[in-house]
């Protein structure tokens, strides 16, 4: 398709959320295979896409926080919300950490 930018491989199950940073910069992406991938932007016009991955329980939810330095996920088994922190590594690349997590409060 003409409006195709780039197509980004890295889940091996469904995607069920994806969100773009409020700053512009990453793509975030959650899916069934219990993982979350953040794909810089600016790489989309390149052949190859680096991305960064972080493995979480199944979630189903995901939001940028809007500094873009951490995301929102809705965690399904446990029924619960979970922020992850961005922190940055000396390679260039990013360590994801649990920094909040809301209990569930009721249950579906």
């Not at 199950?13 to 219990?34: C, H, Q, V």
């Not at 932007?41 to 493995?55: A, D, G, I, L, S």
Request: aromatic share 12%; net charge positive; with cysteine.
């Amino acid at each position: 398709h003409k409006w195709l930018m780039t197509s980004l491989k890295g889940h091996s199950k469904r995607i069920l959320d994806m969100d773009f940073s409020p700053n512009g910069k990453y793509l975030a992406t959650t899916s069934e295979d219990e993982s979350v991938i953040v794909w810089p932007v600016k790489e989309f016009t390149q052949k190859e896409h680096k991305c960064f991955r972080c493995n979480v329980d199944l979630s189903i939810y995901l939001k940028w926080s809007p500094d873009s330095k951490a995301f929102v996920l809705q965690k399904s088994i446990q029924n619960s919300i979970e922020v992850y922190k961005m922190n940055k590594k000396p390679d260039g690349g990013f360590e994801f950490t649990p920094a909040l997590t809301f209990p569930a409060k009721h249950t579906t």
